[in-house]
């Protein structure tokens, strides 16, 4: 079946601009998953969602960044004023559910471009 | 909180040779741990998992890892690397007890194969 997929695959803004990033996960997985990758380092956690609610934001940096699932499948991020240092390829993961060892299958990333 | 320090951001190897990327990490209640592949232009794909149970963990593409508790290390081997195991490796570690399953990720290393 089709793996998880995240649009666009690159996006280019001008700081200050807003902008949302789409993340379609497996098809029946009640986790989703939100990572930010910065360059030349490792993924850092944002947001899960386990079902429509956001279960654990932590990882957000700051209230620039929103992030919605409300139907329980697609999710999309928001961000708000983009700023130079939100530059990163963003990534989704999904997984049949929260919690437990259970994979995250990850998708192939948004590449954010803040000018 | 947890933390996963990959002590080599580069390893050059040559074809045919044995490799191993070294993983540490850092966390006050016991983890999983992951080790993930990251090809170019593509999204992390798990290369293997331990969860318990025996210590020595094979996974995928003739990868193993070795748990070692005493020494909070995680290291990945390969006795004969090929072209194609070129990649981004990311060791990543979850709290066994959270409901989330959120994964912290060391800063990758780099597997650079020569022929």
């Known amino acids: 079946g089709a793996g998880v997929s995240q649009t666009p695959s690159n996006k280019v803004t001008e700081k200050g601009k807003y902008v949302e990033l789409r993340c379609d996960p497996i098809s029946g997985h009640t986790a989703l998953y939100w990572y930010r990758q910065s360059l030349g380092q490792g993924p850092e956690f944002l947001i899960y969602f386990q079902g429509t609610g956001a279960a654990d934001d932590s990882g957000l940096p700051n209230d620039r960044f929103f992030a919605v699932r409300p139907e329980g499948s697609v999710s999309t991020l928001k961000i708000q004023r983009t700023e130079r240092g939100d530059s990163a390829v963003y990534l989704c993961a999904s997984s049949l559910m929260a919690g437990g060892p259970n994979e995250q299958f990850f998708g192939p990333g948004t590449r954010l471009t803040v000018l | ?115």
Not at chain 2, 11 to 24: D, G, I, M, Q
Request: charged share 15%; glycine share 6%; aromatic share 14%.
């Open chain 2, 1 to 115: 909180a947890q933390s996963v320090t990959q002590l080599d951001s580069q390893v050059p190897v040559f074809e045919e040779a044995p490799v191993e990327l070294r993983c540490n990490y850092s966390s006050s209640v016991s983890v999983y741990l992951f080790w993930y592949v990251q090809y170019p232009n593509q999204g992390l794909q798990l290369l293997l998992k331990y969860l318990s149970g025996s210590t020595l963990v094979k996974g995928i593409n003739g990868f193993e890892a070795e748990f070692n508790k005493s020494q909070t290390s995680f290291h990945l081997r390969k006795p004969s690397v090929h072209i194609s195991d070129t990649a981004e490796y990311f060791c990543a570690v979850s709290p066994i007890y959270n409901a989330g399953n959120m994964l912290t990720f060391g800063g990758g290393t780099r597997l650079m194969v020569k022929p």
